[in-house]
């Protein structure tokens, strides 16, 4: 470091003002990070004119070429240069920064678009002829007429010509193509009512049409799940549940799955705020939150959803790709995406997932030669799941040895219990599975996963009502741990009382178990304390109390499936089946696998060709 001198030398860095093409580019490289943000601009702008129609089209990846046309409203030609001057807009007027409508708000866009590439705006107001402006890395020539019936042109093409430094963090074609799709498609996603076109222009000719989305009619809810349907799948329609919810003038439209629809990845959370697609981490906390109950924590929800609120309740200036906000009651957005899920997924509670029918039937099926799946989705395989599901039934059969389990009742079922949803139980197979038949067809359930989750809503109930009801030991089981551990889980010992698990410190690296939670039964309190101690392990203190408690209920919940591997009489399987109807959530597992499956006579009949 230079000691500072009272003789200042000639070459000391002065201040100085930069030209206007440097400070575009600088401001460009906040907004225009890859070809994908240039597209989310320029269709937002289009969005922002009215447009109930655009058409995107890209080359290369968006690199070469990246053309939005729209029918919205024009700029008149007088305005065009000023479309390209910085902190220029016709959206806000300054005034209020805080009461935004539209997508746009800054002026920055297009200003950053031309100093990193080759732009040119053809364009046609009402009332005015069409003109067309160019500007090349910053550089803007003068407005000149043109040919254009109505609505606006933007073209940028060889994006970053002019910072090849930021040419070279691109990535291929193939990977740069894809993040404009997304971009469309989420744009696409908040508005129905308008008609979407992205084409590839990369082979020449009139392009390849990548994606299209016409135009949704009908109320909102209709037009949203048309869109949806049309960017997400014809699957995830069927299997979200519609939600609509208010509270304090903010109010939650859109479309959640079902648990058994769940994916690997987060890859289907779609949050959108006053029209807005973010990607926000106190909604997706939140969407996570809602679901925890009935997802492990590999699964995540698939959902698109539409906050709409009073834009003063809302702050979108505080990231410069506006992919994030600021809510100012963060509370009150979080408790009313919980509560309205929550209450969706409850009211839900015994429609099966008509993915998992559909797969079962799929994998039934012969498949015709040569036939291509419709669909992939990313859940486990059937053949994951047999093992899956293998794993955790008591006695698996050495294979080839497998002798036949199924049982077949003589009992009459009680009468009438067929028109009930999950009907009468007529037989148990492989000692987990029982085949009961409905008026329409039949049930299939598989028994541990569904004693589970009853376990599991009991166990919460009680908790709720007064504490989980404990069963004393008659002789304390000890239970060698670490250290830490021993401390851990003495650090709990209050809350897990709660939980009707009773421990106490046994020296140095013991604990002792004196009760353990009655509606289990016996168990290995061993294995069930180490497994708390993972769950503790993985939570950490981030979460709620409440959270904890749930999470840690759920594994507890785990050691209780006594049932599974267990042959069953008629009537405690039909007991059993009574005990679904009247639980809430019992369609699926505390880990989002489906307890039961459904199939309708009219899948059957089809499955041997009588359809
Ligand atoms: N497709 C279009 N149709 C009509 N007018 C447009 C279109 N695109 C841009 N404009 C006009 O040009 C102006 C500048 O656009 P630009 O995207 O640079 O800024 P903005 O949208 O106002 O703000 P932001 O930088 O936040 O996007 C807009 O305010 C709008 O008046
Ligand atoms: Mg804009």
Redesign the pocket.
């Known amino acids: 470091m230079n000691s500072p001198s009272p003789n200042i030398s000639a070459d000391f860095p002065r201040i100085r003002q930069l030209d206007e093409a440097a400070i575009n580019r600088i401001a460009a490289g906040e907004?225009v990070e890859r070809p994908a943000s240039a597209v989310k601009?320029?269709v937002?702008?289009?969005l922002?004119?009215g447009?109930r129609r655009i058409e995107v089209a890209i080359a290369h990846g968006g690199k070469t070429l990246i053309r939005?046309t729209?029918d919205?409203?024009?700029?008149a030609p007088g305005?065009l240069p000023?479309?390209?001057a910085r902190h220029?807009?016709?959206?806000?007027d300054g005034s209020d920064l805080l009461n935004i409508a539209?997508?746009?708000?800054?002026?920055?866009?297009?200003?950053?678009l031309g100093a990193v590439g080759r732009l040119m705006?053809t364009?046609r107001a009402p009332g005015a002829e069409a003109a067309r402006i160019e500007v090349s890395g910053g550089r803007m020539g003068p407005v000149t007429p043109a040919a254009l019936t109505r609505?606006?042109v933007?073209e940028l093409r060889d994006l970053f010509f002019a910072t090849p430094a930021r040419l070279k963090f691109l990535r291929t074609d193939r990977a740069e193509g894809q993040a404009i799709s997304d971009v469309v498609k989420r744009l696409a996603m908040a508005e129905p009512f308008v008609g979407f076109v992205l084409r590839d222009m990369s082979e020449g000719g009139e392009g390849r049409v990548s994606f299209r989305a016409d135009a949704e009619s009908g109320d909102l809810f209709d037009a949203m799940r048309g869109r949806l349907a049309r960017v997400l799948g014809a699957d995830f329609a069927e299997n979200a549940l519609r939600i609509d919810a208010e509270r304090e003038g903010v109010s939650l439209v859109g479309y959640a799955a079902l648990p058994t629809y769940s994916r690997g990845s987060a890859v289907a959370q779609y949050l959108f705020v006053n029209g807005r697609p973010v990607r926000d981490k106190l909604l997706i906390g939140a969407l996570r939150g809602a679901y925890m109950d009935f997802l492990s924590r590999d699964r995540h929800p698939a959902a698109a959803l539409f906050l709409e609120c009073d834009p003063h309740f809302v702050d979108v200036n505080v990231h410069p790709a506006?992919a994030e906000v600021r809510f100012r009651e963060p509370g009150l957005v979080r408790g009313l995406i919980v509560s309205a899920l929550r209450h969706a997924l409850a009211e839900a509670g015994h429609r099966a997932s008509t993915t998992v029918a559909g797969a079962t039937l799929g994998a039934m099926r012969p498949e015709p030669p040569g036939a291509t799946r419709v669909y992939q989705m990313d859940r486990p395989s059937p053949g994951a799941l047999t093992v899956a599901h293998a794993a955790q039934a008591p006695a698996p059969l050495a294979p080839g040895f497998a002798e036949p389990t199924a049982r077949f009742e003589d009992a009459e079922p009680a009468v009438g219990t067929e028109s009930l949803p999950l009907g009468a139980a007529r037989a148990q197979i492989h000692e987990n599975y029982i085949i009961a038949q409905t008026e329409t067809g039949l049930v299939i359930v598989d028994q541990h996963a569904a004693h589970e989750r009853l376990v599991y809503e009991k166990l919460k109930r009680q908790m709720a009502e007064n504490g989980v009801a404990a069963q004393a030991l008659l002789i304390p089981e000890i239970v060698d741990l670490s250290d830490a551990d021993v401390a851990r889980l003495i650090d709990h010992a209050d809350t897990l009382a709660r939980l009707g698990l009773t421990v106490e410190p046994f020296g140095p690296g013991a604990v002792a178990v004196r009760e353990t939670p009655a509606v289990l039964g016996e168990v290995n309190a061993g294995a069930l304390v180490r497994d708390i101690l993972d769950e503790l392990g993985d939570l950490g203190d981030s979460q709620t109390l409440q959270a904890r408690i749930e999470a840690i209920l759920s594994r507890v919940a785990c050691h209780g499936s006594i049932r599974s591997g267990r042959r069953m009489r008629a009537d405690e399987m039909n007991a059993l089946l009574r005990e679904m109807e009247a639980t809430p959530h019992s369609g699926q597992c505390n880990h989002g696998r489906p307890t039961y499956v459904e199939l309708k006579l009219s899948d059957i009949e089809r499955l041997f060709g009588r359809r």
Request: hydrophobic letters at 45%; proline letters at 2%.
């Open positions: 907004v601009e320029l937002e702008n289009a922002d004119a447009a939005v729209d919205g409203h024009g700029i305005d000023l479309a390209l220029a807009t016709s959206k806000i539209s997508f746009g708000f800054r002026g920055e866009a297009l200003p950053s705006i364009s609505g606006t933007v506006k």
